[in-house]
């Protein structure tokens, strides 16, 4: 059925749907290329690190800049009460022009449907890469609800927007010409970026954001940025609610705007094509942008931690 429903819209320009609608029939026949980690034995549990939510984006299924074993990290070292995956999940835009889906890209939306059965709520928010499932707003497919936009509460109470963010574009019009110039450029530099990294990995060095180095350099781009920031805030301020969660512009941030007595909180899940981010939701409310490569590198530092403790113990 799911098939069926995506032929159309996907087309049949290239075989994604099939992969997708096989996937969702039966999650259980097919194992994820990358295996998932078995928990260390004596430890009791999954051995992840609960959140109470997850907002992840711009991850770009189906190009060579998404930075898949990184996000299928991740998935596996995470878990969480409620998922939202706020646009820009699959690049549709590229995968028309060109067919490109390995193994690992299957092994994602594999993960994230496991995650829907195992009891995650998981809310899939198109965004403007994605826009050919828009129209499945309101429908589920295996567990996975799609929505335009949504709602979120907060554990300390406070109500968030969460949208992908293009539909802040058209306000945007004036910088137009900047993000076009952009989208090329910045094309081209992910493509760059992609090689810097295999051969920064082929050395053993650790992962590094040229674009980012970059956008940070460009002055018009940090200005573009600051002022989509504040026309997102100003709309939820509109809104009479306390804030928005929203991806789109791959730039990680928490800003806040408003008054004192009635702040309005910008936040930016980022991307997983350059920054590898995500924002999280601990059980009491505070929220928190995590950095994937560096709590990968915590990770080990604590491994290595542990494996040296018993040794001093002996020595004391
Ligand atoms: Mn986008």
């Keep these: 059925m799911l098939g069926d429903y995506l032929e159309g819209p996907l087309g049949n320009t290239f075989p994604l749907s099939r992969r997708i609608a096989d996937l969702a029939a039966d999650l259980d026949r097919h ?14 549990g999954s051995g992840r690190r609960h959140f109470r939510t997850i907002w992840i984006s711009d991850v770009h299924l189906g190009t060579r800049g998404c930075n898949a074993q990184m996000l299928i990290d991740f998935l596996d070292h995470t878990d969480s009460d409620t998922m939202y995956l706020v646009g820009d999940i699959i690049d549709g835009w590229r995968l028309k022009r060109k067919f ?37 707003t ?42 076009f110039v952009g989208d090329a450029a910045y094309h081209l530099l992910m493509g760059l970026n992609w090689w810097v990294n295999a ?66 909180e910008y936040w930016n899940d980022g991307d997983w094509v350059e920054g590898c981010n995500a924002l999280v939701e601990h059980e009491d409310g505070r929220m928190e942008i995590l950095h994937w490569p560096d709590e990968i590198a915590r990770r080990h530092r604590e491994a290595e931690a542990a494996r040296a403790r018993p040794a001093l113990q002996v020595a004391a």
């Excluded at 194992?31 to 009791?44: K, R």
């Excluded at 600051?226 to 026309?231: C, D, G, I």
């Design 199 to 264: 051969a920064r990995q082929r050395l053993g060095l650790p992962y590094w954001s040229l674009s980012k180095m970059a956008k940070h350099k460009v002055k018009n781009a940090v200005e573009f940025i600051s002022r989509y920031e504040e026309v997102v805030a100003r709309a939820a301020a509109e809104r009479k609610i306390d804030g928005v969660v929203c991806g789109h512009i791959h730039n990680a941030d928490h800003r806040v705007f408003g008054t004192a007595e009635n702040p309005i």
């Design 31 to 44: 194992e994820p290329a990358t295996p998932e980690p078995q928990p260390a034995p004596g430890h009791s």
């Design 100 to 136: 490109y889906w390995p193994s690992t890209h299957n092994d994602i939306v594999w993960r994230i449907m496991k995650r829907a059965r195992r009891g995650t709520r998981v809310v899939y928010i198109p965004g403007n890469h994605d826009e050919m499932f828009r129209q499945f």
């Design 138 to 179: 309101g429908l589920s497919f295996g567990g996975v609800e799609i929505r335009r936009a949504a709602f979120h509460d907060t554990a300390d109470g406070r109500r968030l927007m969460v949208l992908h963010g293009d539909e802040f574009d058209a306000i945007m019009l004036a910088h137009r010409w900047l993000a």
